[in-house]
């Protein structure tokens, strides 16, 4: 079982940035991405007056892997960790480990939370104190072809839809609806938001860490297991439904099947890119259409998934006043706008939608931003690792999946694996 704070070996780790007597030097590890993050430390290194200067270290790609190189390093009390990009996901282990500085002065507090998205303050949050700031958040629409809505008959921009419809709508049309079924942290996403959007939670009470009770047996996780499994034993099921992460199910719906699919912001870039290389036809941007993250059940509204990164502060640093600084300069307005029209990563405060240059960039940034208001987190938990492991492994294979059989034994494993009865 992982364990919220992972005893490793002390490792000899050298301290970064030998700044005796001279500027400090913050040491920021950055999630990768096309350069934003370092073009936002060399902006606000300028923008210090000579206070403080910012360089960056590359995390690996994979989010797991990320949060391994972090956990080693301030598990051996590296002071070099001034800054760090983390998921979300993350920032309650790293927090009842005492990995973060938690920000306590109601100025800074207020400072830092300042028209920042509802759902995505929520995750920043350990034992009702700020252990990380809000850098970018994230979450899903619905994404569909035009031209299959029409024929179906529907108008997803028009109201609110549910999986149901949109599968019958697929099923009717000879097309498919797109969705990330591997198992990874990504089906672990779709889950956690059809359960959240059903109106229930995979944890009834996350703060309780692994005397944490499982709560997925009951009508929510019921609703969430008959759509994933309904969806991939249907017509409208991908061929590579469960091998399928955001970029096959973004392939997918460009493709002569694609009829629906719900995913990343991203992808809307990414499609206009592809017509500027040549890779796709403009008829098929043409023909995306956007809405919310569809509906559980038609009376309820869904809870869509929320992703983004966290600016955490290392506990151990030697410059936590400049830190707190440099916090308070890459995560303003301003630099949430910017970050989000250069990186394509929407903003965390609900005031940088209304920048011009964001609203350009992303025609549906009004629906981005009333998404990640109302997004559905995923546990927050010092043992998210073994949550999700637990979950996807008893949800997968997709077709797999059957209510009440899959949640009652997702509970029985997770518990199992919680109290240190079962290893993953």
């Not at 936002?40 to 690996?60: E, F, H, W």
């Not at 920043?124 to 619905?142: G, S």
Request: some cysteine; overall charge negative.
């Amino acid at each position: 079982m992982l364990v919220a704070a992972l005893l490793v070996a002390p490792l000899a780790l050298a301290g970064c940035g030998g700044d005796e007597g001279g500027t400090p030097t913050l040491t920021w590890y950055i999630n990768p991405d096309n350069g934003g993050q370092k073009t936002l430390a060399a902006q606000c290194s300028d923008a210090s007056g000579g206070a403080y200067r910012i360089t960056t270290q590359v995390l690996p790609n994979d989010a797991t892997a990320q949060r391994e190189q972090l956990i080693r390093r301030l598990a051996a009390g590296d002071s070099s960790v001034d800054l760090m990009s983390l998921d979300p996901v993350f920032v309650a282990e790293f927090a009842n480990a005492g990995y973060l500085t938690t920000i306590t002065d109601e100025a800074d507090v207020a400072q830092l939370t300042a028209d920042v998205l509802p759902a995505a303050l929520e995750a920043a949050y350990w034992k009702d104190e700020l252990v990380a700031t809000p850098f970018w958040a994230n979450t899903q629409l619905l994404w569909y072809r035009k031209s299959v809505a029409a024929a179906a008959g529907i108008d997803p921009a028009a109201g609110p839809v549910t999986w149901e419809q949109l599968i019958e709508a697929a099923e009717a049309q000879g097309k498919t609806f797109a969705v990330q079924g591997n198992r990874y942290e990504g089906y672990m996403v779709w889950i956690n938001a059809l359960t959240m959007s059903a109106g229930g939670q995979i944890l009834s009470d996350p703060e309780a860490g692994d005397e944490a009770t499982p709560s997925m047996a009951g009508p929510a996780g019921d609703a969430a297991a008959e759509i994933v499994g309904g969806l991939a034993r249907s017509a409208a099921a991908p061929p590579g439904i469960s091998t399928s992460d955001e970029e096959e199910a973004r392939s997918t719906f460009q493709g002569g099947r694609g009829g629906f699919m719900v995913n990343w912001p991203y992808v809307y870039a990414a499609a206009k890119s592809a017509v500027e290389a040549g890779g796709l036809d403009q008829s098929v941007v043409d023909d995306i259409g956007w809405a919310r993250y569809p509906r559980v059940e038609a009376g309820q509204a869904s809870r869509p998934p929320l992703g983004g990164i966290n600016l955490g502060i290392g506990k151990f640093s030697k410059h936590q006043e400049e830190a707190l600084a440099a916090v308070k300069c890459i995560t303003s307005v301003e630099h949430n706008a910017q970050y989000m029209v250069e990186a394509g990563n929407p903003a965390a405060r609900a005031a940088a939608y209304d920048d011009p240059a964001v609203k350009e960039a992303f025609p549906m940034a009004d629906l981005i931003r009333e998404s990640i208001a109302d997004a559905g987190p995923r546990p927050i938990t010092p043992y998210y690792g073994d949550v999700s492991s637990s979950v996807q492994r008893v949800w997968h294979p997709a077709n797999s999946v059957r209510a009440p059989q899959t949640p009652e034994e997702t509970d029985k494993y997770m518990a199992e694996v919680l109290s240190g009865e079962r290893l993953l």
